[in-house]
């Protein structure tokens, strides 16, 4: 039997050589290829503007102390964001369901989903309620924000996609779905 002849410590070398170049080749046309919408912000996208017509339009009726809500909820069951307006509509305060209402004993969220909903600010004591958020609400750019930290939380804490419609029920909006739109609503400051 024939032993190949062994390689040159320069040779080898050589071979590394290439082996790097090769490397940080393919990492440079990968990282100058357009990098592809992540799956939150594809949801986003697709919502934005629907949310933000609904949260202005349950606004833009007379202040009563009812009918100031919506409650966006993925499939059904205790995985929901609600939002309703008070104090003049100057806040809003946000509730992401913690399983308090729902069947006893509360079925157990995984630890990143809890810190999902945690890292949008909801207090996370369930054990009087769901998880509680309250903002102020001065102008659009307010209103902006919190429409992205909604969907968000539903994406993130509980799961929602597009692939699956977002149920809703809203004071003054009509339909039990959350339409998708376009993003061409543009915050005005």
Sequence with gaps: MVEPPEESPRAG?????RAIAVAVMVFGVLAAMPARASGLDEFVRAYHCPLLKAFETIRAHEMTPLDRYIVLSVDRGQRYVQCRFFDQDRQIECEAA???????PAPKMSRARLNAIASQGFSMDGSQGNFRL????????DLW?????VLETLYRGYGARLKRPLGMKAAFVPGMVLPRGDSSCVPIG
Excluded: E
């Design 13 to 17: 070398r050589r071979a590394a050589r």
């Design 98 to 104: 913690s399983g308090f209402y729902g069947p006893q």
């Design 134 to 141: 309250v903002r102020p609400i001065a102008d659009h750019t």
């Design 145 to 149: 924000a919190i429409t992205d930290l």
